[in-house]
């Protein structure tokens, strides 16, 4: 019996009269031994059409991450893994050091609260560097960066320099987005003192595998079902390599 079995089991299950709740205490010990574990643990979805190779995964994942202690990865339903940390610190530097993608493929990890309750999660959030190109020289700013950011996700840093200007010939921001949603390929502007409208360009780093016609994240053109539906003439593709940007070398996030 799988997880969602087991879930669904629990559910439909309705309490005898025999049968007994834990008694207040108890139950108390037992909420804060779970919130302990709970405040050391990252659950991981593997957006992928089939099933990964498990064991693979887990031994890359153990020689990327490179905790400063040992953790324990329990695979718990189809593509979705729980990882225990010995180390609250371990847990947040994996955190907050994605995206992380496994052959190609995104790993989307979420915080467990409350219970822990894994089958509420929905693994639709997850965190980037993008990119932005064409926008003009003064607005080069942190400031400019973090409203545009915040057109595409939620903002989580914006690089640039102790003055808050962003040097170089693009904007770089990490921001959380919805992958449930089609990636935003352009962002149209008015900026300057004229009001012109300007296009910006978004580019992704480390992007795993995407599709180029309905641009979301977690299987390939072909496997596209919405691609799949039309009839006649297939639709010119929307994406393109284009909007996966260099990686830069110090690069570890992909396994």
Not at 47 to 60: G, K, T, W, Y
Request: aromatic content about 8%; overall charge negative.
């Amino acid at each position: 019996m799988d997880f969602e079995d087991l879930s669904s089991l629990c559910a439909s299950l309705a309490l005898e009269e025999e049968e007994e709740t834990l008694s207040p205490d108890l139950a108390a010990g037992l909420q804060a031994q779970g919130e302990r574990s709970i405040d050391r643990s990252l659950v991981g979805c593997v957006l992928s059409m089939s099933p990964i190779a498990r064991d693979a995964f887990v031994h890359m994942i153990k020689g990327v991450w490179k905790t400063k202690e040992r953790f324990e990865v329990e695979a718990i339903v189809c593509n979705k893994f729980v990882f225990h940390f010995l180390l609250i610190s371990d847990r947040r530097r994996v955190y907050s050091g994605g995206p992380w993608c496994f052959q190609n493929k995104l790993l989307v990890l979420e915080e467990p609260t409350g219970v822990g309750d894994f089958s509420k999660m929905s693994f639709c959030n997850s965190p980037f560097w993008i990119q932005l190109h064409n926008i003009p020289v003064f607005c080069m700013s942190k400031t400019v960066g973090s409203i545009l950011g915040n057109m595409v996700g939620t903002v989580q840093e914006v690089e640039c320099n102790q003055d808050g200007l962003c040097l170089g010939t693009f904007i770089r921001i990490r921001a959380i987005i919805d992958i449930s949603r089609p990636l935003k390929r352009i962002l149209k502007v008015r900026l300057g003192t004229d009001k012109e409208l300007i296009t910006i360009l978004l580019r992704y780093e480390h992007l795993p595998e995407l599709c180029f016609h309905c641009g979301i994240i977690g299987h390939p053109l072909k496997e596209c079902p919405e691609r799949g539906s039309h009839q006649g003439d297939i639709p010119k593709l929307k994406y393109g390599a284009w909007i996966k940007a260099p990686i830069p070398p110090s690069s570890e996030t992909m396994l």
